[in-house]
């Protein structure tokens, strides 16, 4: 959950940084694709937030705890 977290606040990062040069250029081609990239982490940002709170892509994977050893075979 941690990584998801820490990806969660990079593209907050990102995002902000697209807004402040969305709103600081001149050129108008140029605020439409900060504009456009803006929303697109928006969207991904909202992703992976949903993610976090449903709970579903938590410290698993396949049902099993990530930091848990698999059983060993019995012979």
């Given at each position: 959950m941690r990584d998801m977290q820490a990806h969660?606040?990079?593209l907050r990062t990102q995002l902000a940084e697209c807004e402040l040069v969305r709103d600081r250029a001149t050129d108008t081609q140029k605020r439409e694709l900060?504009?456009?990239v803006a929303e697109h982490l928006k969207m991904l940002a909202a992703r992976?937030?949903?993610a976090m709170?449903?709970?579903g892509a938590g410290d698993t994977f396949l049902g099993r705890k990530t930091y848990?050893?698999?059983p060993k075979e019995k012979q």
């Open positions: 969660l606040n990079k900060f504009a456009e992976i937030d949903h709170v449903k709970g848990e050893p698999f």
